[in-house]
C-alpha cells in the first residue's frame, strides 16, 4: 500500500483559481474524500494526482514516485502513475463489449491473451457482472454501467484509485448499495483511494479521512468522526450535517462569577470562559430538546414549522429574530404551528466560534 | 549510460522541458500543421494574387510604355476602376451582380420563408415529403434549371431554335424572358430558396414552444402571438438566412454564364471568367479581390449580427412542440398551390432536362422525334458534329468517372482532415493556437468559388517552394476541392470530436494509452459515426460543382460539368440537357448508395 503526497499545488483556468496552495498527505491504505462544495477545486485536485491535469505550481508523488513537480519540470504521463479512474459519466466506450472495454488496458500491459481474459473475468465477478462480457454499454442499465466502470479500473490492478463522484448518477437506493461495495473492493485490494463528492453523507459513511475544500483551499483534514464533531471552522460546520446546523450570534458574558451565553433573547450557562467575547455558538440540531413544559435553563419558543419524516421529527421554533432547527428523534412527538415549546440543549455538545476568524474556539 | 542521459536531461531548464512537453501535445503538432498547410494553401495564394494585381505583369507593355515587369504599380486598379473600360468591366457587372443577387435573395426568402412556416407551423398535408422535396433543387447544380429554362423560353431571334414554349403555343418569347435578369433572378431563387427553407425551418423548428404557449395563455389570438411574439424571435435566424443567401448569390457563376452571357448580360464573376480566358489575370484578380472584400463584409455583418460564428445554425434536438395552426378553408387550395410550385421547380426542370435529351432533332418536341440517340447512339455526323451518345463517348465517361473520382476523394479525405482538425481545435479550447486553426479554416468561406480558382491559378500555374506546378493536373482540382470544404469539414469535425473527446478520451489515457492508438481505437471510430451525412453532402457539392474548378480544368482533367458548360457553350443542345441529366442520376444514385451505408439526412448536414 502506498500513500501520496501534495505539496504547494496551484492551478489557474484563466483569472479563475482553482486549487490556492494546497498542501495533502493522504497515508498508505486511507480512504480519503475530498467534500466540497460545487467549484471548490476537489474534480481539479483528482485530475492533477491523475495527470489529466498539470498544475501551475507544486509537486505530486505518488510512493515514492515523484510523478509531478513544477520546480523540476517533471511531469509524469497518466497511464505511467499506476493509477486507476473512475469517472463519473463512467465514460465507457460505447463501440466496445464490456470486455473490450475492460480488456482495453490490460492489452496495453503487454499481457498474453488467456492472462487478459482471466483478469477480466475476474474483475468482472467482483462486481457480480459475471457473464456481460458481450453487452455493449448501452444495453446496460445506469448501475450495471457504473459497474462495469469500477471493474475496468480494477482489472489493471493500480496500487491508487480515484474516483469522480462515481455514484451521482444513480438512484438513491443503488447508491447505498454500491457505497458498501466500494468500501469493500477498498478493502480487498489494500489500495489507497482518494474520492471525490459533493455529498457530505457519503463522504462521512465511507471515509476514513475527509478534506474539506473551500474554494481551492484545504478547510480541514480529519475523520469523519473529528469532521462531524469538531469542525475546525463555520464553513465546514455549516456544511457538514443535515439538517444544517444551527449557528447563533452571542456575546460570552461572565454572571456571578459563571460564564453564560447571551444570546440576545435567551441566555445559557457554560462551563468556562472562551478567550473571545464575540462569538457564534454551533448546536447540532440533535443535540437540542423539547420539553412541553417550562423548565429552568430552557428557553421559550414558538413552533414555526413541523416535518415529520418517518424516524424523525425536524422542527423549527422561532423567538424573535431566533430560528432554530432541531431534529426529535423520541417516537410520538407531535407539534402543532404556534404551539409553545421550551428548548434545553446540553452545553457540553456546543461549539463555539470566533465571530471574527471563524475558527473553533477550543474548549475544554 | 542511460543515468547519465537522464541527469543530463533533468539539468535542462524546467522551463524548457516544459515547452517540449506543450509542443509534444498531438493538438499542438496538429495545430501546428495545420496553420503551415492552410498559409501555404490559403493566405500566401490570396497574397500573391493582391502582389500581381499590383505588379506589372508581362503582356502590360501593351498598355503602357511605362510597364516595367515586376514593379509596384496601380495600373490595373486604375484600369478597373477609373479608365475608358471601367463602365464595360465594373461598373455595369456591378449593377447587375447586385440586381441579380438582391432579387434572388428576396425572391428566395419570400419562397422560402413561406414554405418553412407551412411545413413547421401548419397542419398542412403532406408535411413531411414536401419537406422533402423541397431540399431536392439544392442537391442539384444551380444552373440544371437555367438549361431547363433555356429550353422552355428560348426564342428563335437569338438561339437559332425554338424553346418548347414557342413551340407548343406559338407565342414569340420576349428576350427579357429568355434570357437577362429576369430569369437569372428566378432561376437562381428557384435554387436558393431550398436554402433559405432549410435555414429557416431549422430556426422555426428550434424556437422554444413555451415562449408562445404561455402568451395564448395570457389571452392573445393566433396573429398577434406570430406578430408579437414568433416573428421578433425569428428575426435574427431571417436575417441570417437574408445574408447567408445574398453572400451564396452573389459569386453564382453558372446561371448568370447560361442565362446572361448570349446577351452580352455580365456579372462579376461571369466577368472575372471572360478576363481569365482573354489573358487578362491582373483585371480579373482585381475583380476576384472586390468579390472576396463583398463577401467577407457580408459575412461579418451576419457574424455581428448573430453572434455565433459563421451563422451556422444548429437544429435543436427537441422539435417544436406547440400546437400545429389550422389552415381551414385554406388548408386545400394552399396544397395544390405548394404542389404545383415543388413540381415548377423541381420535376418539370429535370423532366424538361430529361425530355430534351431524347429529342432527336431541335425545334421539333412532338413525341415522334423521341430517339435515344444521344444517349447510346453511334457517332453520326447529322447530329451533334458527329459526337457519339453519352455513354459510348469515350471523352464523357473519362469526365463521368473524373467527377465521380474527384467527389469521392474530396468527400473521404474532407472528413478525415475535418476530424484531425476538430481534434487540433477542440483539444487545444481556449488557446489562441486552436482559435487561429479555427480562423484559417473559416478563411475559404469567404471566397466566392470563382475567385478562389483564379487564386489557385496564379497559384500553381510554377512551382512555388516545394509545391510543384499542380496546373493542369487532377491533384489540383482535388487539392481546391478540400480546401474550399474546409469550412464546413472542421465544423463537422469539431462537433463529432466533442463528443468524443473528454472523458472518453481521458480514459484510454489514464489506462495508459500513446496518442496514435487513442485516436485509432478510440476517436476516429466514434467520430466516424456521425460523418456520413457530412461525406455524402461532400460528395453531392463536388459532383455538382463548377464554379470553382472551371478555371481550373484542362481537357485531360475535365469534369461532367466543366463538360456540360463546354457543350452548351457550343450549342449542342441535347448533349448538354444530357449530360446535365446524367449528372442528376449520378448524384441520386450517390444518396442512395449513402443511404443504404447509413440512413442518412442530409438536411441536417446542410447550411
Known sequence: MIGLTLRGIVKHFGDVIAIDHMNLDIEPGSFLTLLGPSGCGKTTMLRSIAGLEEPDEGEIRIGDHLVFSSAEGVSVSSGKRGVGLVFQSYALWPHMTVFDNIAFGLQLQKLSNQQVAERVSEALAHLQMSGMEERYPHELSGGQQQRVAVARMLATRPEVFLMDEPLSNLDARLRMDMRAELKRLHHLAEATTVYVTHDQAEALTMSTQIAVMNQGRLSQLGTPDEIYHLPASLFVADFIGSPKINLLTATARTVDGHPRLDFGSFEMDYHSPPPVQDIVVAIRPEDISISFEPAPDAAPFVVYSALPSGSELIVQAKRDDTLLTIKETRRGIRVAIDQPIWIQCDPTRVNLYDRKTERLLASE | MEMAVRNSWRKVRPDARRFCRFLARPQVILAILFITLMAYLIVIPLGRMIWTSITWQAGDERFSKAAEQGSFTLFHWRRVFASRITNA????????????AIGSTVLALGIGSVLAWLVTRTDLPLRKPIAGLATVPYMLPSWVLALSWITLFKNQRLGGTMGLLEYATGIQVGDWLAYGPVPII??????YYAFAFLLLSGALVSLDSTL????????????????????????????SALILTFSR??????????????????????????????????DAFVLAILLIVVSAITIYLNHRLIGTRKGYHTIAGKGFRGKLTPLRGWKYPILVLVIVFLFASVVLPVGLLFYRSFMLVENDYSLSNLS??????QSNLRYAEGSPGLLRDTLVLKAAWNSIRLSVLTALLAAVIGILLGYAIVKGRGTRLSRLVDQMAFMPYLMPSIAFGAIYISMFARSFGPMPALYGTFAILVLISVVKHLPYSSRAGVSSVIQVAGELEEAATVAGARWAHRFRKIILPLASS??????????????????????????????????????????????????????VILVFAGYHV???IRRTDVGSALH
Open chain 2, 89 to 100: 468591366m465594373l461598373l455595369t457587372p456591378l449593377k447587375n451582380t447586385s440586381v441579380t
Open chain 2, 186 to 191: 428566378i432561376v437562381s431563387s428557384l435554387h
Open chain 2, 212 to 239: 408562445e404557449e404561455s402568451a395564448e395563455l395570457l389571452g392573445a389570438s393566433r396573429w398577434r402571438v406570430l406578430r408579437k411574439i414568433t416573428l421578433p424571435l425569428m428575426l435574427p435566424a431571417f436575417l
Open chain 2, 249 to 282: 448569390t452573389l459569386g453564382t457563376f453558372g446561371t448568370p454564364a447560361f442565362l446572361g452571357r448570349p446577351v452580352r448580360y455580365f456579372t462579376l464573376s461571369t466577368m472575372l471568367y471572360s478576363s481569365v480566358k482573354q489573358g487578362l489575370f491582373a
Open chain 2, 372 to 377: 435515344l440517340q444521344y444517349w447510346i447512339g
Open chain 2, 530 to 583: 456521425g460523418l456520413m451525412s457530412g461525406i455524402l453532402l461532400t460528395f453531392i457539392t463536388t459532383m455538382r460543382e463548377l464554379s470553382l474548378i472551371i478555371l481550373l480544368v484542362t481537357p485531360a482533367t475535365r469534369v461532367l460539368t466543366t463538360m456540360t458548360f463546354r457543350y452548351a457553350e457550343q450549342d449542342f443542345g441535347q448533349l448538354t440537357d444530357a449530360l446535365a441529366a446524367f449528372i
Open chain 2, 594 to 596: 449513402a443511404n443504404r
